[in-house]
């Protein structure tokens, strides 16, 4: 899978993949990025079946994640700092099950967290879209019926992670993502008064709490 990317700052620089949420694409970290392009190699992709990524034969998380793989790869990245919103949170807990050592450090900004969410799919929106319409029966089936043992898989994932919830106004429910973060070992837990696109809606807020995570990891 080829995937359409942006980045900021210099490729000698520790790496950090943005990772954006279901129907969206890189663009949507175009305000967050150059905050952090002068110590960091910013990259952004479109994932499969989004913006200018093509679409796909078939979507999962696990497909995600491998794609995330192919690109840390085609990039000759060893370790990167993940930071991930909603669907992209999800990629990036995945991810970093499957590929520990792959990971310096996650951000799972307003990511599902592993219970039967009970979203409904809807009717298709009118006229061209900006992904591909056939991935949100798959990922919300998954979100819907997460196996029984994700959990446990969140458990075994020993990276430094932060966990930012957005409150009362989020469609997610806080109380579980609060309780996601209970099960990763080493997960700070904060919550941003701004629903779910906290990154869009609090920037520098979000921004500061994101700092201080990687000043304190770096120590």
Do not use: C, K
């Amino acid at each position: 899978m080829e995937l359409f990317t942006r980045s900021w700052g210099s490729p000698s620089a520790p790496a950090m993949v943005l990772l954006h949420g279901v129907t969206g694409d890189g663009g949507t970290w175009a305000g967050f990025a150059p905050r952090f392009a002068d110590r960091w190699h910013v990259i952004a992709p479109d994932q499969r079946g989004h913006g200018r990524s093509r679409h796909a034969e078939a979507y999962s998380f696990d497909l995600f994640a491998d794609d995330l793989h192919g690109l840390l790869d085609a990039y000759d990245i060893e370790q990167a700092v993940l930071v991930g919103h909603s669907m992209g949170g999800v990629v990036a807990y995945r991810f970093a099950e499957q590929y520990p050592d792959r990971v310096a450090a996650m951000v799972l900004e307003e990511a599902p967290p592993p219970v039967p969410l009970g979203r409904e799919l809807g009717p298709r929106p009118a006229g061209e879209l900006d992904y591909d319409w056939a991935l949100r029966a798959p990922i919300l089936a998954e979100l819907n019926d997460p196996g029984p043992d994700w959990p446990a898989r969140l458990a075994t994932i020993a990276v430094p992670t932060l966990v930012i919830a957005g409150g009362g106004q989020s469609h997610l429910p806080q109380a579980d993502i609060a309780a996601m973060a209970g099960f990763l070992p080493t997960a700070r837990l904060v919550r941003i008064e701004a629903g779910h696109l906290v990154h869009e809606t609090r920037p520098d807020e979000f921004a500061a709490v994101v700092e201080e995570f990687l000043t304190d990891t770096n120590r």
